[in-house]
């Protein structure tokens, strides 16, 4: 009986909760109905702020960049290699994409070194060249700025300037940059994760500009892959080469030994041996070069073959062209945001008025 009594209870001071719920919401109603005049003008107000920062508010270019890393087992000449390396013969073409894998390559574009590369390579404005990073300068209007500060008013950032011989101001404002771009305006990812085409994003309120880094970024990236993918095979390549062109000098200087030996002794006695001594060894001279010659121009062509299969690196799928797409905050929009956002924070500062002013009371 008292259960019963306790839930006829609980629901009684459910419906009185209920009811003063409503009658709150009525009185903040009543209470905001008598400022609606208040409401419309901010409305109106924010309506007329929305419409001028539509106006100033520059439109924002975005760039795209996609392209898919070359697989290195699906390659052709795999069969061929894994052949060569049973018979012992190291042609490179193996390792080196480690730093490439997984989700390291999205870290490595965005990273001080190859964005600051990328900034400092050149591109061609209005018939002049100058680096992509005093481009950015120049349209940020940065140098209005740095005109009072003497140790900034005078900086330059030539094309693929060394960045090693930087001064701090130098590098500060390299940091600076980078960190804004990563941070605001460059995005590197995977279309999916289940492929691997990676997209590159960039955009920027100048047109030119977030098209010339998009494209400089991934170029520089491609370099740094090649250069650290085909390391090992470059250098066994040259090694190979330079074996190969050694041994040559030698077989064909054993060749005019040999020539030059009989051509010494043109009609030699049979009776002396000891004269066809000098023309034996060269002779031997002659077998053993083309023996080693033989070994190293099958390695050379071997390496050779290992280095053309670690290039190219990048397959591309799309490129930035001109003109990007642009993105821009409509008047009409401008003016409902503005509206919306003036009023419905004109109606939390009245709400809050009155609860602190009921609770002071």
């Known amino acids: 009986m008292d259960q019963v009594n306790n839930q006829a209870s609980q629901m009684a001071d459910d419906e ?17 109905l008598g400022y609606w005049k208040m409401i419309l003008l901010a409305g109106l107000l924010g309506a007329v702020l929305g419409l001028i920062y539509a106006f100033l508010k520059k439109p924002v270019y975005k760039a795209e960049y996609s392209f898919v890393l070359e697989d290195e087992k699906s390659s052709g000449l ?87 011989q930087f001064s701090r101001a130098q590098d500060s404002i390299l940091k600076n940059i980078h960190q804004n771009l990563v941070k605001n305006f460059l995005s590197v ?4 994760k289940k492929l691997s085409i990676i997209k590159v994003e960039v955009t920027s309120n100048n047109e030119l500009f977030a098209k010339h880094f998009a494209e400089a970024l991934v170029a520089q990236v491609s370099r740094f892959y090649v250069e650290t993918k085909t390391q090992k095979s470059v250098k066994n390549v040259a090694i190979l080469q330079h074996q190969a062109d050694s041994i040559r000098q030698r077989l064909n200087a054993a060749i005019s030994g040999v020539a030059s030996a009989n051509d010494a002794n043109p ?32 390695n050379l062509e071997l390496a050779k073959l290992a280095l053309r299969r670690e290039t190219p690196l ?32 004109t109606v939390l500062y009245l709400l809050a008025k009155k609860i602190m002013g009921s609770l002071l009371n």
Do not use: C, H
Not at 21 to 30: A, I, N, S, T
């Open 189 to 192: 990812a995977k279309v999916d």
């Open 314 to 345: 990048i397959q591309v799928i799309d490129k930035p062209v001109l003109p990007l797409a642009k993105e821009q905050l409509g008047k009409l929009k401008g003016i409902i945001i503005g509206a919306f956002l003036a009023g419905f924070l």
């Open 267 to 298: 009609n030699l006695n049979p009776a002396m041996q000891v004269l066809r001594a000098p023309s034996q060894q060269r002779q031997v001279d002659v077998q053993a070069n083309t023996a080693i010659l033989t070994e190293l121009v099958k």
């Open 16 to 32: 009185i909760s209920l009811k003063e719920l409503f009658q709150k919401m009525g009185e903040f109603y009543q209470y905001l």
């Open 78 to 164: 795999g069969g061929a290699l894994s052949l060569a390396s049973q018979f012992g013969l190291d042609v490179g073409g193996g390792g080196g994409g480690g730093a490439f894998a997984g989700d390291n390559l999205l870290e490595l574009m965005k990273s001080r070194s190859m964005v600051q590369q990328a900034l400092l390579s050149p591109v061609q404005i209005k018939g002049k060249t100058t680096s992509l990073l005093e481009y950015y300068i120049q349209f940020n209007e940065f140098r209005e700025s740095w005109e009072k500060k003497p140790e900034l008013a005078k900086l330059q950032f030539p094309v693929n300037a060394n960045p090693a």
